[in-house]
T-cell receptor, first 115, second 114 residues
Framework: GAGVSQSPRYKVAKRGQDVALRCDPISGHVSLFWYQQALGQGPEFLTYFQNEAQLDKSGLPSDRFFAERPEGSVSTLKIQRTQQEDSAVYLC?????????????FGEGSWLTVV | AQKITQTQPGMFVQEKEAVTLDCTYDTSDPSYGLFWYKQPSSGEMIFLIYQGSYDQQNATEGRYSLNFQKARKSANLVISASQLGDSAMYFCAMREGTGNQFYFGTGTSLTVIP
């Protein structure tokens, strides 16, 4: 497809379960971002990749969160031992080049509910 | 300090009228970009408009325009001729220099009334 694709769209996980969220960015986009959006809030930065290199992971809330992009295209955000506070929408975004004026294009998000 | 402040949690506008959504920002970086996104109930963040800190003119994209007042550090979004499909959350965002992060505000919920 032409846009950023995320799967699954909806995920219900039991507390303590591991989850993996997939992002397929726009073809040719070098930069890839993960954001977390809690209910009623704006997106919060989690991590950033340039090609396969994870250049910034300062927003990851704990060591239970792990992201990878091994071949510089598809990315996976993994959350281990999920907790209720992890419930949020996880948004993936990509952009063509790492310049100020380049906007980032978002996917529809993966809605995670931890019960 | 908040990088992006949106002080209007909710706004209502009559169909076909214009509406202004407020956004102020805080940065000491002389180079930055300001963005507006629309988020309908489906969840996707849709890019609307961009303004660079060095741009001399206000950005416009169809019915969207950005009222950029650099000295006041404000970047308000103006939607002209509102349509029912404009009902959504609107987020203002900023990127500093070549930084990796986009900083988002808390959003404004816009409801267009028929």
């Amino acid at each position: 497809g032409a846009g950023v694709s995320q799967s699954p769209r909806y995920k219900v996980a039991k507390r303590g379960q591991d989850v993996a969220l997939r992002c397929d960015p726009i073809s040719g986009h070098v930069s890839l971002f993960w954001y977390q959006q809690a209910l009623g809030q704006g997106p919060e930065f989690l991590t950033y990749f340039q090609n396969e290199a994870q250049l910034d992971k300062s927003g990851l809330p704990s060591d239970r969160f792990f992201a990878e992009r091994p071949e510089g295209s598809v990315s996976t955000l993994k959350i281990q031992r999920t907790q209720q506070e992890d419930s949020a929408v996880y948004l993936c975004a990509s952009s063509l080049l790492d310049q100020t004026g380049n906007t980032i294009y978002f996917g529809e998000g993966s809605w995670l509910t931890v019960v | 300090a908040q990088k992006i402040t949106q002080t209007q949690p909710g706004m209502f506008v009559q169909e076909k009228e214009a509406v202004t959504l407020d956004c102020t920002y805080d940065t000491s970086d002389p180079s930055y970009g300001l963005f507006w996104y629309k988020q309908p109930s489906s969840g996707e963040m849709i890019f609307l408009i961009y303004q660079g800190s060095y741009d001399q003119q206000n950005a416009t994209e169809g019915r969207y325009s950005l009222n950029f007042q650099k000295a006041r550090k404000s970047a308000n979004l103006v939607i002209s001729a509102s349509q029912l499909g404009d009902s959504a959350m609107y987020f203002c965002a900023m990127r500093e220099g070549t930084g990796n992060q986009f900083y988002f505000g808390t959003g404004t919920s816009l409801t267009v009334i028929p």
